[in-house]
């Protein structure tokens, strides 16, 4: 039994026998009174089965007095737990929007300020150039845009997958192509160690690639240059698919592990130093769990993060060469 309820418990016997022997004291009591003090009646008084007949009734009374004042106090506790929840929630949010108007000002201002050099004609010589920033600024913006959305689809519960047979390893090697460019500006390798014939799924494709290039963008986020990220992928004894991305960077603490999965919440290390809005992980751990899947962690500070992405095994589509030779 947990330690609350033997508390809960205790305090209900403790509380019911008092109030079970003041009940009956008083019975007793007036009894005596009204037939000894007042009716002189000796031989009527019957102290045992006064007793008796108030046991009866007080008992229950007793109890059900206790039961209600104790109920009561825990309707209050628990409500007084949720007030708390309620109040942190939204001070995370309050946060978390707050950080949100720097980053979306960030590349806002950009395409403003560049799109405003291109109308002037001393600026001509450079409007590839800026053309070019505003176009890198625009797609940051539509990645704050687009995770905030998916975000929200997840809250709302609307979160529809479109399933079909989808081959992992050229998947796997398309994320690592794109995210490549930015891997070789941050000077980093890239290694991809997918096992061989790794089978196909039936998954989301869209919602699957998200889960890659989110985990591989985070990756490149938080290495430091000359590092490597390696992107690795094997079907289990289990028969669950277990991909996993590893990278060198910074790491996370113990005590701020739980809270990168979780939306609106950003560790010491994430604020600031890093652009973005915090939701690559929650909405990866919400996509996969909509796969029926998990994401676990193992991280230390100053020597990387591993992140692991497990699908089950009722997702595994059999190669035509696997059924045959079963």
């Not at 007793?28 to 008796?52: E, I, K, S």
């Not at 919440?265 to 751990?285: A, D, N």
């Amino acid at each position: 039994m947990f330690p609350r309820a033997q508390a809960v418990l205790k305090d209900k016997l403790v509380n019911t026998l008092k109030w079970f022997a003041i009940c009956v004291a008083s019975a007793m009591l007036l009894d005596y009174f009204v037939t000894v003090g007042v009716l002189h009646n000796y031989a009527g008084y019957t102290p045992l089965q006064t007793f008796l007949i108030a046991s009866m009734v007080t008992l229950p009374a007793a109890y059900a007095l206790v039961s209600g004042r104790i109920n009561l106090r825990q309707a209050h506790d628990e409500l007084a737990e949720a007030r708390d929840a309620a109040i942190r929630a939204n001070l995370s949010r309050t946060m978390f929007f707050a950080s949100m108007s720097h980053e979306l000002r960030t590349p806002l201002n950009a395409i403003l300020g560049f799109a405003e050099m291109q109308q002037h004609e001393i600026f001509a010589a450079k409007r590839v150039e800026y053309a070019k920033l505003i176009h890198a600024s625009g797609e940051h913006l539509l990645a704050l845009v687009n995770d905030l959305l998916e975000i929200s689809r997840m809250d709302a519960g609307k979160l529809d997958l479109v399933e079909e047979r989808i081959a992992l390893a050229p998947l796997i090697a398309e994320c690592i192509e794109m995210i490549r460019p930015r891997a070789t500006a941050a000077r980093l390798r890239l290694v991809s160690k997918i096992a061989p014939q790794l089978p196909d799924v039936m998954a989301d494709r869209r919602a699957l690639r998200q889960v890659l290039l989110n985990l591989l963008s985070n990756a490149v986020k938080f290495s430091e240059s000359g590092g490597c990220i390696e992107v690795s992928g094997q079907r289990m004894a289990s028969g669950q698919i277990a991909l996993r991305v590893r990278d060198e960077g910074v790491g996370i603490a113990d005590d701020e592990q739980a809270l990168v999965f979780q939306p609106f919440k950003q560790t010491k290390s994430s604020k600031r130093s890093h652009e973005g809005t915090g939701l690559g992980l929650p909405i990866v751990k919400g996509l996969v769990e909509a796969h029926g899947g998990r994401v676990s962690l193992q991280s230390e500070l100053g020597r990387g993060t591993s992140v692991f992405v497990f699908l089950p095994a009722g997702r595994v589509c059999e190669n035509e060469g696997e059924r045959e030779a079963a």
